[in-house]
């Protein structure tokens, strides 16, 4: 069955990681989906890059942490927070195209 990330996870959420970088984190409550979608390899540098319109070489880490039931996506910026064009200071409205992605659970 294909759900939507947004619907397996219980946080999906996006921030600066200071200035230059923006983290992506989703955490799960349930371990059965957390292993699955880790161990699908779905979550990839190819896949961040195409979600986010950036070359691979921008992804500076890609980092499943299973004591929280979690992963963390952080990559850089192309416009440093709070300068101008910056159109989200804090980085906190990124994480949707990551919500829309279909994984199977």
């Known amino acids: 069955m294909k759900k939507r990330l947004y619907e397996c996870a ?13 983290t992506l984190d989703c ?8 292993r699955k979608i880790k161990e699908s390899g779905v979550i990839n540098r190819a896949l961040v ?3 986010y ?7 500076t880490n890609i980092v499943f942490f299973d004591p929280a039931l979690g992963f963390k996506i952080t ?18 409205q990124q994480h949707a195209p990551l919500m829309e992605l279909l994984v199977e659970i």
Not at 27 to 34: G, M
Not at 53 to 59: A, D, M, T, V
Not at 75 to 86: E, K, M, P, Q
């Open 10 to 22: 219980k946080v999906l959420r996006s921030k600066n990681s200071g200035p230059f970088e923006m």
């Open 27 to 34: 955490l799960f409550d349930d371990e059965q989906i957390y």
């Open 49 to 51: 890059a195409e979600l």
């Open 53 to 59: 319109h950036i070359p691979e070489s921008l992804i």
């Open 75 to 92: 990559f850089a910026r192309r416009i440093s927070s709070g300068t101008s064009f910056d159109r989200d200071v804090y980085g906190a």
